[in-house]
């Protein structure tokens, strides 16, 4: 199961927290981004709870976690998943 998640973060923290989280065995990208969120990351789960364990226990957690969005990916045409 792949995902979205869009991170707001407190100023100034952006670039130590993405290198913070691209270590996460559950991200396989991880974007610094201009606009209204800071941090695009892409993640690759299990299922469901699995989505919600790293949301709640690993990412929320950290300090300059502002804001989440999620979007759970149901169709992917291009690249095509492995």
Same mark, same amino acid.
């Given at each position: !199961?792949?995902?979205? #998640?869009?991170?707001?973060?407190?100023?100034?923290?952006?670039?130590?927290?993405?290198?913070?989280?691209?270590?996460?065995?559950?991200?396989?990208?991880?974007?610094?981004?201009?606009?209204?969120?800071?941090?695009?990351?892409?993640?690759?789960?299990?299922? #469901?709870?699995?989505?919600?364990?790293?949301?709640?226990?690993?990412?929320?957690?950290?300090?300059?976690?502002?804001?989440?969005?999620? !979007?759970?990916?149901?169709?992917? #045409?291009?690249?095509?998943?492995?």
């Amino acid at each position: !199961m792949l995902a979205y #998640i869009l991170i707001t973060v407190k100023s100034g923290s952006e670039r130590e927290f993405l290198k913070e989280i691209s270590e996460f065995k559950e991200v396989v990208e991880a974007n610094l981004v201009i606009g209204e969120n800071d941090v695009v990351i892409k993640i690759q789960v299990d299922d #469901i709870s699995h989505i919600d364990t790293f949301l709640t226990d690993k990412l929320r957690v950290l300090p300059d976690v502002f804001l989440t969005t999620t !979007m759970i990916i149901t169709e992917q #045409i291009k690249p095509k998943p492995q």
